[in-house]
């Protein structure tokens, strides 16, 4: 269990820097190329490393099989955060000599968590919904990193010179496949599943009908995208676009049923996810004119041009936030308190973060988010984008400040223990089973009674 914690805990430091940094640009120009190391900072060090996190623990659990290697889970980690760590200071200063190396750990670390992963997953068929879902992660995932490698380099040599794509239709396809396939599908598997578990809710006939239009059209849309951006082929670029929207669209649905029909109490993963659900719904409607006018336009990388913050704070980084109010909590209590449970009084789940901290970074991110939506939107003055981030900001470090405390508080070693802990199993080869615990809200309650048994 040291081994997600440590992706979550080094997440958070991008997410600080990131969310700084985007927030710093919209008073001065930074150095350099930090729009992208801004970028990469958010999307691939705070949003992929909690994906390769997540992935990590909880795969095997959904899957009822066990991680192939966690040595190599720790490696790719290494590999990743060193990487950004060269990444982006080399895109602020602009001497890009040195990116070809920074981009080559990060290729190395994202392959290693493709196969690692991968070859777990290849022991739980057949694959359920969730499972087919971080399949077409893992696969966007595997092709995103070589064309990141590839754009690396050729920012001093030019690979790019002669061949029948330009540089700009590789940047929409790497795009196209980090954004929608590897990030999204991501989420689209978890958010059902954990939707489920949080709101106790039961799928309905027509949410199976609706899931099963989204299955196969959300891989297809994803291959139809990026190769219709990749190749200028408009009328497949177009499609792809279309298609995924109605995907997501489908989903939305779902989530917004599995989250009305709720039979538990208010949690803030709930909270948040009602927030996901209605940024994308919101940035489907607005991004649905953007692509079907111009698929293949490098300002519609993120749907509509002004629509980017809908897109990575509306959804990206609020289902990232409630999802670790549960995760993280839930790791520490499972190795801190669950061999306790029935020899002596413990608490929830809930109860090892700060209520109050979190009502308010949910007041704050909110309010923040929502001005920096609101201002390319509806052509509000520059200081309403600048006050927003500003707000989310704060936000976002009282998250931070909760999940930190959480861990210092809860976890028998505290911070340092969560990156000087040796698992057994770290020796490279497959390791023996875990904790067969399901990772629902039905097991937190310190009532005594045993949790539910199984993924």
Same mark, same amino acid.
């Given at each position: 269990? !040291? ?29 350099? %190329?930090?729009?992208? @190391? ?45 990487? %950004?760590?060269?990444?982006? *200071? ?13 981009? @080559? !750990? ?12 991968? &070859? ?29 490698? =590839? ?23 790497? @795009? ?26 039961? =799928? ?40 995924? =929207? ?5 989903? /939305? ?18 909270? &948040? $996810?009602?927030?996901?659900? /209605? ?67 413990? *608490?929830?789940?809930?109860?090892? $973060? ?29 200081? /309403? ?19 930190? =405390? ?50």
């Amino acid at each position: 269990m !040291a081994i997600p914690l440590r992706h979550f805990v080094l997440a958070l430091a991008f997410l600080v820097a990131g969310i700084v940094g985007a927030t710093a640009m919209t008073v001065e120009t930074l150095p350099g %190329l930090a729009d992208i @190391a801004s970028v990469h900072a958010l999307l691939l060090g705070w949003v992929g490393v909690t994906i390769m996190g997540a992935m990590t623990q909880f795969v095997p659990v959904w899957s009822g099989v066990t991680i192939h290697s966690r040595r190599l889970a720790v490696t790719q980690l290494w590999l990743v955060v060193v990487g %950004l760590v060269a990444f982006v *200071p080399i895109l602020l200063v602009g001497d890009l000599a040195w990116l070809p190396l920074a981009a @080559a !750990a990060l290729l190395a670390g994202i392959w290693l968590f493709v196969y690692n992963v991968g &070859r777990t997953l290849l022991r739980a068929r057949p694959l359920e919904f969730t499972e087919r879902h971080f399949a077409v992660a893992l696969v966007c995932f595997a092709a995103v990193a070589p064309l990141g490698f =590839l754009l690396a380099v050729d920012f001093t040599t030019p690979l790019l010179e002669g061949v029948p794509f330009a540089r700009g239709e590789v940047v929409l396809a790497h @795009a196209t496949l980090a954004l929608y396939g590897a990030v999204i599908g991501t989420i689209i598997g978890a958010l059902v599943q954990l939707g489920q578990m949080f709101a106790q809710y039961d =799928l309905t006939a027509l949410d199976d009908r609706l899931l099963a239009v989204e299955q196969p059209l959300f891989p297809a849309a994803i291959v139809a995208l990026s190769v219709g951006r990749g190749l200028g082929i408009e009328p497949l670029a177009r499609v792809g676009g279309v298609a995924l =929207l109605a995907a997501l669209l489908a989903v /939305a649905v779902v989530v917004a049923r599995i989250l009305g029909g709720s039979t538990a109490d208010r949690s803030p993963m709930t909270d &948040r $996810y009602w927030v996901v659900v /209605a940024s994308l719904v919101a940035w489907s409607v607005v991004a649905f004119p953007a692509w079907w006018s111009d698929p293949l336009g490098y300002a519609g990388l993120f749907g509509h041009p002004d629509a980017t913050n809908l897109l990575v704070f509306g959804v990206f980084a609020f289902v990232v936030v409630g999802s670790l109010y549960h995760i993280v909590p839930f790791i520490i209590w499972l190795e801190e308190y669950s061999d306790r449970l029935g020899f002596e009084q413990v *608490p929830m789940i809930d109860d090892l $973060y700060d209520d109050r901290l979190e009502r308010a970074d949910l007041a704050l991110t909110l309010v923040g988010v929502a001005a920096m939506v609101a201002t390319p939107l509806a052509d509000l003055p520059g200081i /309403a984008l600048t006050a927003g981030g500003a707000v989310a900001t704060v936000g976002f470090c009282l998250f931070v400040a909760n999940m930190l =405390l959480t861990i210092r508080r809860h976890s028998p070693d505290g911070l340092v223990g969560v990156f000087t802990t040796l698992e057994d199993g770290e020796s490279g080869e497959e390791s023996e089973p875990g904790p067969d615990v399901d990772i629902g809200a039905e097991g937190s309650a310190g009532s005594g009674s045993e949790p539910e048994a199984g993924p």
